[in-house]
């Protein structure tokens, strides 16, 4: 809402400068966002409040100003209770209004004011409705847009002439009419429940959002029936929205207009009609079947106080309602009884009163005290713990947090290269995205990653680890939530040429070490890889995390094919990883029960064997693990060897095995016996022979 | 040969020893079982007893000093050596260590462990509700029905007629409320989507709600809390300050400004000139709100309240561009 400080000054001396009066206002609930300079004048940019629908005109922001300076109110229009100017009816020939649905419109009234001269309304008036962002037109409808503004009541003129058969019928369309053209020139389909204005013939205006072009005012036009009415504001809401059409007029209907100002309102513009356009008032009509009835809200001072957390007395709260324009008074019981004016239909019950008497008392003056409440031992809560937990360990691993937006593009599946069956096709699609490539929410974190990545190389970056921690949503039926499960997803790449400590592992291996200083942290160990069948990764370089006895995730490294798909050109290759962070959640093991250290040494034994390329080291471990000596305590891999000093498509591997008793010193003697065992069985396992 | 002689002869041959070997030498010369003193001790047996005490006196003083000089340059030798071993093997301590260099925090995800911590240490909880979100949660129970204008103050995501990207955190409130009894008192921190995008709005922000409901809560305690959280955050010296506003589910409502912390209350480009910053919006919990899940609202009040995440990262570490947090570069998150 845009208020001309000259504008306010016609009806209030707030008896303080400009800027004052922003803060005054702003501090009591009518933001002021902006003081704009326009020619020798002040505009106030005031962010009116949806509830505050009685502030969106220079006589509401007024009315405000009075209630918080004390300053009296300069009406143009007789105060309430005045008796009103009598005004002769209009003779049912020439206009006959019916309100066939009084639930949508409980008042309808109008003048007719006739021989008018249609033209350009003065400069003072156009520089007005400019300053507040309306766009003069001519005399007659810069009239009603001005009391609109003035006043906060839309008014609208029909060029009296054209409407037809002396009717105005107030209904909803629906079964009768089908479409109405509007001021604007667009021929609108009417929707269903939409409340019209009709003549004798058809529609001449939509309720409360625009007029119909048929009866508009021209230059030619020299007879005026100018209406004013009364419509409920989640009609009229809901139309403007169906239409996407929205107006100055339904802007304020569809908020809550003040019943009780329309013949003030009407009054006000046809005598400034009169005085503009020439012409003269010649009658009235007011139909006003649903009349206002002001709520009575009953509340007592102390439980005001108590949900205030003041001591404000009785007596002002009284005051302060009734400086607000309330009718409040002690009832007999003790308690306030406060009954809001017919423009606060924003106050239905005792909060609102307690708002009101906050405010005007102001936030200020209310004291600042801490609550007592029960202890909690709750804490930040398991989850939350684990979260971060995870976030710690990726960040020790390297990995910077990344948080990205849940959408993704339809195309990052196809890049994925994700069969039709895969969940990962199950996104769930938003009806309204901002653009196609955020049409999707995530079900993967991955193209995400791919996107940073890309992001930060073309930027000149060369070594990259994000990870990030997000749910991704998994579509189930229409009708039902997503899933929402918990990921854990990374990407990282390396470019070793400049880094100072040479490191020779395979990327894979950074990745999956990544992986599994989470899992050593949160100490899952029923964990094992397996080659992966992921169409997006390296067939030869991924593998799955199974832990607990299913698939939690995967890690591995992009295959060029989904990389050139992303348009990532880089030579070096790029590793992800994502795990379901809601599975290892539930994997957790209990705290650990202490078990005695070793009290007996134990004997180490190296082993170097030489097998064919594809024999996997997790299954020579896992041999060596299970094989039926008591004493065998661990086994570890340390070195693996290609190259010229085995046979083509032979690889070595060196292990560590490391024999104990737990109740006493192994001999050299006996244990050469069980490892000789151990190596003679291996080597006929795997098919391989000792390394020379 | 006399002990002044022996004493002599040893100071000459000590003065050019350079090894521990030579040294050890030199030792088994004079202290061996063939040593010169030692033979000299050995002499003392056939002197007569007058002249036997003197002299043996004498050797004695003079073996203790062999044996303290010896000792003494065995300690300068092997110091020398060390040293030497260590000139060696020096190395260039300037070159940079080896080490994994740590993964840097996101300065929203920073800041979201940061209030997280200071409202748990004020014994709130922490819960969590989904982020697709029935349209029934989302506004409907925080008395923001359809055709309400209150919807216009957020642009919302739609993925069906009722289901909708939840715009605020606030559906965790009447979630919570469905499930416990009150006293009820928590936080939720999360994602939220408006669907709106240009220089100073993201379609995906964060946000901490903040709830607290029992048989004695008031707009006095939401103060309090809230100017505790601010200070925390900021400094215990940022002035703070509310006015009334406007949200369906709070009545009365309220916004929180806290003084510029760029300009300290005169004036700047951040704050448009007024000295003050919008922070956050709260109130106490709407009696509808309540009554639509139970809970009696003449016998119970509460208050809550929805931080903006980015808002307080973009102020804390003076970030001038809210779209900067989901580029993830490295350039920025480096410097967190």
Redesign the interface.
């Known amino acids: 809402m845009r208020v001309p400080f000259g504008w306010l000054q016609e009806f209030i001396n707030p008896g303080i400068s400009v800027e004052g009066t922003a803060h005054l206002l702003?501090?009591?609930?009518l933001?002021v966002?902006?003081l704009e300079t326009d020619g020798d004048d002040v505009v106030l940019v005031i962010n009116v409040?949806?509830?505050?629908a009685d502030c969106l005109s220079v006589l509401g922001i007024a009315r405000e100003l009075s209630v918080l300076t004390g300053a009296p109110l300069n009406l143009p229009f007789p105060p309430a209770g005045a008796k009103p100017p009598v005004i002769k009816p209009v003779p049912a020939s020439e206009i006959a209004v019916e309100i066939r649905n009084t639930g949508l419109c409980r008042r309808y009234a109008g003048r007719v004011i006739k021989n008018t001269r249609t033209g350009p309304g003065p400069e003072w008036m156009a520089r007005r409705l400019e300053a507040c962002g309306l766009r003069p037109i001519n005399n007659i409808v810069d009239v009603t847009n001005y009391v609109l503004l003035e006043l906060g009541h839309p008014l609208h003129a029909f060029d009296l002439n054209t409407l037809k058969g002396g009717r105005i019928v107030v209904d909803t369309a629906d079964n009768v009419y089908q479409k109405i053209k509007t001021l604007d020139g667009v021929e609108r389909k009417l929707p269903a429940g939409a409340l019209v204005i009709a003549d004798a013939e058809g529609p001449v205006a939509l309720a409360g959002i625009m007029g119909g072009a048929n009866t508009e005012v021209e230059d030619s036009t020299r007879d005026i029936f100018l209406e004013a009415a009364w419509f409920e504001?989640?009609n009229i809401?809901?139309t403007a929205?169906a239409l996407g059409l929205a107006s100055e007029s339904s802007y304020r209907f569809?908020?809550g207009a003040d019943i009780e100002i329309i013949p003030a309102a009407l009054d006000r513009a046809a005598s400034l009609m009169e005085e503009l356009a020439g012409g003269a008032l010649e009658g009235a009509v007011d139909v006003y079947p649903v009349k206002y009835r002001a709520p009575s809200i009953e509340f007592r001072a102390d439980r005001v106080n108590?949900?205030?957390?003041?001591e404000i007395e009785e007596d002002e709260m009284l005051r302060i309602l009734n400086r607000l324009g309330f009718a409040a008074e002690k009832s007999p019981g003790g308690a306030i009884s406060a009954s809001p004016p017919s423009y606060r239909l924003d106050v239905e019950?005792?909060?609102?009163c307690?708002?009101e008497v906050?405010?005007i008392h102001g936030?200020?003056k209310?004291?600042?005290?801490?609550?007592c409440?029960?202890?909690?031992a709750?804490?930040?809560?398991a989850?939350?713990d684990f979260i971060?937990l995870v976030?710690g360990v990726?960040?020790?691993?390297?990995?910077?947090?990344?948080?990205?937006?849940?959408?993704m593009n339809p195309r990052a599946l196809e890049n994925l290269a994700l069969p039709p069956n895969d969940f990962r096709r199950s996104a769930?699609?938003?009806?309204?995205?901002?653009k196609q490539e955020?049409s999707l929410?995530r079900t993967t974190v991955i193209p995400s990653l791919i996107e940073?990545l890309r992001?930060?190389r073309e930027?000149g970056?060369k070594n990259?680890?994000?990870?990030e921690t997000a749910?991704v949503?998994i579509r189930t039926n229409?009708?039902q939530?997503?899933l929402?499960p918990l990921k854990l997803a990374g990407i990282a790449i390396e470019q070793r040429t400049h880094s100072?400590?040479r490191d020779a592992a395979e990327d894979f291996y950074l990745a999956k070490g990544a992986v599994e200083a989470l899992l050593d942290e949160l100490r899952i160990k029923d964990r094992h890889f397996a080659p992966s069948g992921e169409p997006f990764l390296h067939p030869g370089k991924s593998a799955d995390l199974i832990a607990g006895g299913r698939k939690c995730g995967y890690v591995g490294v992009l295959s060029p094919a989904a990389a050139e798909k992303f348009e990532i050109r880089d030579k070096e290759e790029i590793t992800v990883f994502e795990l379901d962070l809601d599975v290892l959640l539930g994997l957790l093991p209990p705290p650990p029960v202490y078990k005695p250290v070793p009290k007996f040494p134990y004997i180490e034994r190296d082993l170097a064997i030489v097998v064919e390329g594809g024999v996997k080291a997790a299954d020579v471990i896992r041999y060596i693990k299970n094989y039926p000596s008591e004493f065998i305590e661990d086994a570890v891999v340390f070195d693996l060897y290609t190259g010229e000093k085995v046979p083509a498509g032979k690889k070595s591997m060196a292990f560590n095995i490391r024999y104990r008793a737990s109740g006493r010193t192994l001999t050299e003697d006996e244990i050469e016996v069980i490892h000789a065992g151990l190596v003679k069985d291996l080597l006929t396992h795997t098919g391989g022979s000792l390394r020379q | 040969m006399g002990g002044g002689d022996i004493r002599e002869s040893f100071l000459n041959e000590l003065a050019p020893v350079k090894t521990i070997g030579d040294l050890e030498q030199l030792r088994v010369r004079y202290l061996g079982k063939k040593g010169i003193l030692t033979a000299e001790l050995k002499k003392l047996g056939g002197l007569p007893p007058e002249e036997r005490r003197s002299a043996g006196a004498l050797l004695n003083e003079t073996k203790i000093f062999v044996e303290a000089e010896l000792a003494a340059r065995k300690e300068e030798l092997k110091e020398l050596d060390l040293r030497e071993k260590f000139a060696s093997q020096a190395i260039d301590v300037t070159?940079?260590g080896?080490y994994?260099?740590?993964?840097?925090?996101?300065p929203?995800?920073r800041v979201m462990?940061e209030a997280?911590?200071i409202f748990?240490a004020m014994?709130f909880?922490?819960e969590?509700g989904?982020?697709?979100?029935?349209d029934y949660y989302n506004f409907e129970a925080l008395n923001i029905p359809k055709?309400?204008?209150?919807r216009?103050?957020q642009d919302t995501?739609?993925?069906?007629p009722d289901?909708v990207?939840r715009t605020h955190t606030s559906p965790v409130q009447v979630r919570v409320m469905q499930r416990k009894k009150p006293?009820v008192?928590f936080i939720a921190p999360g994602?939220v989507?408006r669907?709106d995008?240009d220089i100073s709005h993201?379609?995906?922000f964060h946000q901490i709600e903040g709830f607290?409901v029992?048989d004695?809560?008031?707009?006095?305690?939401l103060?309090?809390?809230l100017?505790?959280f601010l200070h925390r955050i900021f400094s215990p010296d940022v002035p703070v300050?509310?006015?009334?506003?406007?949200f369906?589910f709070t009545?009365?409502?309220?916004?929180v400004d806290i003084g510029c912390i760029f300009c300290k209350g005169t004036g700047c480009r951040t704050c448009?000139g007024t000295g003050w910053i919008e922070i956050l919006g709260a109130g106490?919990v709407?009696?509808h709100v309540l009554q639509m899940v139970g809970y009696d609202a003449r016998i119970y009040?509460g208050f809550a309240f929805g931080i903006g995440m980015e808002r307080i990262a973009m102020l804390k570490y003076s970030i001038d561009d809210i779209r900067l947090?989901?580029?993830?570069?490295?350039?920025f998150?480096?410097q967190f």
């Open positions: 702003t501090m009591s609930g933001e966002e902006a409040t949806p509830n505050r504001p989640r809401r809901k929205r569809e908020r108590k949900l205030l957390g003041a019950g005792e909060a609102d307690v708002e906050a405010r936030y200020d209310i004291p600042s005290v801490l609550p409440s029960r202890l909690s709750d804490g930040a809560g989850r939350e971060r976030g990726m960040r020790k691993s390297g990995y910077s947090e990344a948080v990205n937006y849940s959408f769930v699609v938003l009806l309204n995205p901002l955020e929410l940073n992001h930060n930027r970056l990259i680890r994000l990870a749910k949503f229409e009708e939530l997503p929402e100072f400590w | 070159l940079p080896k994994t260099p740590p993964g840097r925090t996101h929203i995800i462990r997280t911590s748990v014994g909880s922490v969590e989904p982020e697709v979100e029935l055709e309400h204008p209150a216009e103050m995501f739609y993925v069906s289901i990207l006293p008192k994602k989507y669907c995008a993201t379609p995906m607290m029992a004695d809560i008031s707009f006095s305690h103060k309090a809390v100017e505790s300050r509310f006015r009334p506003s406007y369906p009545e009365p409502s309220a916004e448009k106490m709407h009696p009040s947090f989901f580029e993830n570069d490295l350039r998150l480096g």
